[in-house]
């Protein structure tokens, strides 16, 4: 007699097993990203010895030799040059830093009325934050309140009135023009250039005229050629007694210069949409901005975000560039205090222009983060 076979069906799923001992932990990672193939060694080896060579004189001159507490620049000279530290061992002038740091974040703005781009600094924070979050609720009025109600809030604290003493935007200067300049640079860049890319590639001759005329003119230019003819030759143009304020010469021809790059990328985005897209919005009847808003352009932005956030860490860089219509932004106002006598030291321009750079380094590699994060986010239709 023949035992009969009952099937097993497994009522539960089976628990979760540990990964490999081979496959996790830091030895796992070394493997793949520093000696997966001879080429990796040999990189891995050069970049070693790189740091090796460059490291520790970097660090001499950060941390350890450098000069943290003073009042002029005796603290910061050695002592061929009048100082008190030791010929061949100076460092940074941090005390340099320390002495200016208010003057490189508001420039020459009234010290009793600072309060208020800290404030709007702080109005600035709260509304980014929950716009950077993907899950954050009311995303509309997020929006709203950060690209309208806050540069309207912005203008007259800045600026002055409703019983706030009126500011001269001359006195403006250091990391708050730098930021001003960038997010309104940012915040136009981008709609206008989406405007561009869809002009660009019009039906319309006449449309399509303009715009590449407009793209190909700004891109054969350089951003200083924009703003001095914004600050210069402009005004040349107005009829007798009409004028515009520096600051917004600068915003205008740095939002203008951004957008002809800004169009040719979301042009690259546009031309990469499958036709079928297309063709598929067609078919359900939609309207030609119905068609771009609801289906192309959320497919287009997303595809070429490295892009839109190249352009903007170049337009962020690229704000330094107003020092030469005479606006002091991060950089033109560490320049500026440079030729203080009082601070007069071979260290204090190399302390100066790196903490500049450090700066510039942290909000640039701060966006290119978080574009990383954006892609990883939306990448959910061209996974394998």
Known sequence: ???????????????????????????????????????????????????????????????????????????????????????????????????????????????????????????????????????????????????????????????????????????????????????????????????????????????????????????????ITVLFFASVMLPLFLPDGWTFDKLLRALIGVSLFSSAYMAEVIRGGLQAIPKGQFEGADSLGLSYWQKMRLIILPQAIKLVIPGIVNTFIGLFKDTSLVSIIGMFDLLGIVTLNLSDSNWATAQTPITGFFFAGLIFWIFCFGMSRYSQFMERHLDTGHRS
Request: with cysteine; charged share 10%.
């Open 1 to 223: 007699m023949m035992a009969v076979i009952k099937p097993y069906v497994r009522s539960e799923m089976a628990p979760a097993m540990p990964a490999p001992s081979t496959a996790v932990g830091v030895a796992h990672w070394v493997r793949q990203n520093l000696l997966a193939t001879p080429k990796d060694v040999i990189m891995t080896i050069v970049a070693i010895a790189a740091l090796a060579y460059v490291l520790p004189g970097l660090l001499d001159w950060l941390l350890f030799n450098a000069t943290w507490t003073g009042s002029d620049r005796t603290a910061c000279a050695t002592v061929s040059a009048g100082g008190v530290v030791p010929d061949g061992q100076a460092g940074a002038c941090w005390p340099f830093v320390q002495a200016k740091f208010e003057q490189f974040i508001f420039g020459r703005y009234p010290i009793e009325e600072r309060w208020r781009p800290i404030l709007v600094g702080l109005l600035f924070v709260v509304l980014l934050i929950p716009m950077l979050i993907p899950k954050a609720p009311y995303k509309g009025w997020n929006a709203l309140a950060l690209f309208i109600v806050l540069p309207l809030i912005s203008f007259f604290l800045l600026t002055g009135g409703f019983g706030l003493e009126h500011v001269e935007t001359p006195l403006w200067g250091g990391l708050m023009v730098t930021l001003i300049l960038s997010f309104f640079g940012i915040t136009v860049s981008l709609p206008i250039g989406i405007i561009l890319a869809l002009g660009r590639r019009s039906n319309m001759p006449v449309i399509k005229m303009l715009c590449v005329l407009f793209i190909e003119v700004i891109r054969g230019i350089p951003l």
